[in-house]
């Protein structure tokens, strides 16, 4: 059996936190080869063809799982568009320690929960406990450059009044689509617009049961909507199981017969006819 070990330096994987957006050439290059790539979708799977930037709504809730590390790291997929892919990164051994980082060799599937920064929030904003007491605090502060978001003292302190302040501004406005957020203000840790809004919604990736595994970027947003109880967040889907796709391919062919008609990523898919019923989106 592979013994799992959590690397120290997660740079030689991907560097901790949000999407790192790339610029210049390469970053342009990224964008027509996801286009290139949803031709090729569009050519096999017609109708039930993933859209790059479509988005879905799911209860917060049901996301339950993360790739560890994010399928751009595990299966060196570019971070622009959608993704097909088969293989066994929906069945990888479960974690169910505390973790820090992302970087895990070999990878592995950890629940989203038992992330440090979700419990450090949650007893943060549940119980008032100080983000200098939380286990998060100690840990960046012990492992400096480790996380790309937190690389030192100074920084951590910074950003986690930003996360104050993110949660006061969902908890008094709602949660808000990145494209609904360019008609507010000075919002906390708002993402950029390139190439789209919709490229920094909370992202997440479908097994071939429909399974909804975080893929890790909107961690922050992600863990506010659980604790405020929020029951509907937008999601991009970032990978899709080959098997998942067929279900849907098959979902538009027979309709009738559809697998997982209530799945937010299928029942769009399905004539009204036939769609169980709705509950808002």
């Given at each position: 059996?592979?013994?799992?070990?959590?690397?120290?330096?997660?740079?030689?994987?991907?560097?901790?936190?949000?999407?790192?957006?790339?610029?210049g050439?390469?970053?342009?290059?990224?964008i027509?080869?996801?286009k290139?790539?949803?031709?090729?979708?569009?050519?096999?799977?017609g109708?039930?063809?993933?859209?790059?930037?479509?988005?879905?709504?799911?209860?917060?809730?049901?996301i339950?799982?993360?790739?560890?590390?994010?399928?751009?790291?595990?299966?060196?997929?570019?971070?622009?568009?959608?993704?097909?892919?088969?293989?066994?990164?929906d069945?990888?051994?479960?974690?169910?320690?505390v973790w820090?980082?992302r970087?895990?060799?070999?990878?592995?599937?950890?629940p989203?929960?038992?992330?440090?920064?979700?419990?450090?929030?949650?007893?943060?904003?549940?119980?008032?406990?100080?983000?200098?007491?939380?286990?998060?605090?100690?840990?960046?502060?012990?492992?400096?450059?480790?996380v790309?978001?937190?690389?030192?003292?100074?920084?951590?302190?910074?950003?986690?009044?930003?996360?104050?302040?993110?949660?006061?501004?969902?908890?008094s406005?709602?949660?808000?689509?990145?494209?609904?957020?360019?008609?507010?203000?000075?919002?906390?840790?708002?993402?950029?617009?390139?190439?789209?809004?919709?490229?920094?919604?909370?992202?997440?990736?479908?097994?071939?049961?429909?399974?909804?595994?975080?893929?890790?970027?909107g961690?922050?947003?992600l863990?506010?909507a659980?604790?405020?109880?929020?029951?509907?967040?937008?999601?991009?889907?970032f990978?899709r199981?080959?098997?998942?796709?067929?279900?849907?391919?098959?979902?538009?062919e027979?309709?009738?017969?559809?697998?997982?008609a209530?799945h937010?990523?299928l029942?769009?898919l399905?004539?009204r006819?036939?769609?169980p019923?709705?509950?808002?989106?």
């Amino acid at each position: 059996m592979n013994r799992i070990r959590v690397l120290r330096n997660p740079s030689s994987v991907i560097r901790d936190g949000s999407t790192a957006l790339q610029s210049g050439p390469k970053a342009l290059l990224g964008i027509v080869i996801a286009k290139a790539r949803h031709l090729r979708h569009a050519a096999r799977y017609g109708d039930a063809a993933p859209s790059p930037y479509e988005l879905v709504w799911v209860d917060p809730a049901d996301i339950e799982y993360c790739t560890l590390p994010s399928l751009m790291g595990q299966l060196n997929l570019s971070q622009y568009g959608t993704h097909v892919v088969g293989g066994g990164w929906d069945r990888l051994v479960r974690y169910d320690d505390v973790w820090h980082t992302r970087a895990f060799d070999p990878p592995v599937i950890a629940p989203f929960e038992s992330h440090a920064l979700y419990r450090s929030m949650r007893a943060h904003f549940d119980e008032g406990v100080p983000w200098e007491d939380t286990e998060w605090y100690h840990w960046v502060d012990e492992h400096p450059e480790t996380v790309g978001q937190y690389p030192t003292a100074e920084s951590t302190v910074e950003r986690l009044g930003r996360v104050d302040e993110l949660f006061e501004f969902i908890r008094s406005n709602g949660y808000k689509t990145q494209r609904e957020l360019e008609s507010y203000g000075n919002v906390p840790l708002k993402q950029s617009t390139f190439p789209h809004p919709e490229h920094y919604e909370i992202d997440v990736n479908i097994g071939r049961s429909g399974e909804l595994l975080f893929n890790f970027n909107g961690r922050h947003r992600l863990a506010i909507a659980k604790i405020l109880g929020i029951d509907r967040v937008p999601v991009r889907i970032f990978a899709r199981h080959r098997e998942w796709q067929r279900k849907r391919v098959a979902a538009v062919e027979t309709p009738e017969r559809a697998i997982r008609a209530e799945h937010p990523d299928l029942k769009h898919l399905l004539p009204r006819s036939v769609r169980p019923p709705s509950t808002g989106d």
